[in-house]
């Protein structure tokens, strides 16, 4: 028996938004810019969200404070790409001038 797990592809970004606007943010992008493969909250909480796709696929983002913004860890068997592309759209935390 093959663990799926290990075909599962966890990305992660760091970013200026507060948590719940990075969720708000993903529940958009995946059911209005990802049309060709749409997606639609599954599983909602302050500090996760699930999204189900066409055909069963998942994707799993999850939320945490950080020094300065937010951690953005995202993952899916599936929606790599999109995945990617969602994080890219994050604004970045601007940097520090010493």
Partial sequence: ???QQRSR???QVLTSLAPAEVLAAAKGFFAQ???IYPAFPEQVGSTYLTLRGLGGEEIA???AGAEGGTTVSA?????D?????????LPPVAERVA
């Avoid at 993952?75 to 929606?79: A, D, E, I, N």
């Fill in 1 to 3: 028996m093959t663990n």
């Fill in 9 to 11: 592809t966890l990305q």
């Fill in 33 to 35: 810019r990802s049309s």
């Fill in 61 to 63: 983002i999850g939320v």
């Fill in 75 to 79: 993952s899916s068997y599936m929606f």
């Fill in 81 to 89: 790409q999109q995945v990617a592309r969602f994080l890219s759209t």
